[in-house]
């Protein structure tokens, strides 16, 4: 599959008094995009980054605006971006991603537009200091550092830009993970699971993700690869040196199948305990069921994630080709007889979907009815 996606955009000046090149400035001056990778429309929504953007006069009467857009991993940066799950500035987020929980404060503050002097009706003597950072729900995304405390009122270092009105406040605080897993929403990402009665083979997806993080201590930058195992949370460990994670510098894909990228969305939570361990002579669909089930009620908090792959999105029938022919399914048999030979398009290890059974309700929702070929 293509690496990257190019696109032009040309203005012919012919008959104007615009030259190319004073065209060329133009043309690249309007904005396609807020941020090279965590855009929200390019990154966030089609799992895009910007490789390159040149504008120039490529004739005496023409100019050219060339915007080169990254699908995989293949070239700098890495496509699809990380976004944080829980975004704590109005912005489009950039790296690195501090890992933080909301601490509601007490009482209510008085805000004033163009004012940093904020009265409070409660004291936030013994809660703040200088220094710490807080936003208003008034303003949610837009930070504000503490420059003094007093019994009746608080100061910001920065005037208040939001709009005059009495609301509340909460603090950020740090709140670093230990127990970390990555998970996709496709059954396809995954590094195979050997423990399984038969094994599941490794996805034509993601097969692994890779975090580079800092822990509390500030020491770092350290790295966890988890592989992968669908929809089921597979758990990650702290590298030697290490005692959390509290800063993620980066997180992408790394090992994917022929598809040459992720397929669904694959984030990375924090467990509230330890994922249990398979009971013996476990079955796909039972690792694919109910153990998934199991394992996500694990999930504690959403960290960070991957948007699914502009591959997934524009090529979903090159994740999941249609095979030739009617298939001739039949409950509680194993055999399925088909109408064109499928020995050249099928091995063993296969995944198939039937589309008489693409999905089962569930008690957490539809989900995908996927079978081995044995």
Known sequence: MADQIVLSWIIDVSGTPLGPAAAAVALGAVPLYDNVRTDPVLGQLFGLT??????????ATEATRTLTLNLNLANAPGAPPPFPCQPITSTPPQLPYPLTRSSPLGGSFFVTNGIAIVPTTQSQ??????????????????????LTVTETEITLTAVFTGRTTNTGAFQRVPAPATRLAAFSTSDLDTNAVADTVPPIIAGVGGHDVEIEYFDSTGAGP??????????????????????????I?????????????????ITLVELSDDLPELPRETTPDEFRGRLT?????????????????????????????????????????????TEVDQTAALAAGNTIQFASQLTIDSPFGAEEVLYVIA
Do not use: C, K
């Open 293 to 337: 089930d199991e394992a996500q009620l694990l999930i504690d908090r959403h960290l960070v994630y991957l948007p699914p792959s502009y591959h997934a999105l524009a090529q979903q029938q090159a994740s999941t080709p249609q095979l030739d022919g009617d298939f001739f399914v039949t409950t509680g048999s194993t055999r399925v007889v």
């Open 125 to 146: 003597a013994q809660t703040l200091s200088p220094t710490d950072t807080i936003e208003f729900l008034s303003q949610q995304g837009v930070q504000y550092t503490i």
């Open 50 to 59: 910007v490789a390159s953007d040149v504008s120039a006069a490529t004739s």
């Open 249 to 265: 510098t980066e997180m992408q894909v790394e090992n994917p199948g022929a598809f040459t990228n992720s397929i669904g969305q």
């Open 222 to 247: 350290f790295d966890m690869g988890i592989e992968l195992t669908g929809r089921r949370p597979a758990a990650g460990t702290l590298e030697v040196g290490s005692i959390d994670v509290a800063v």
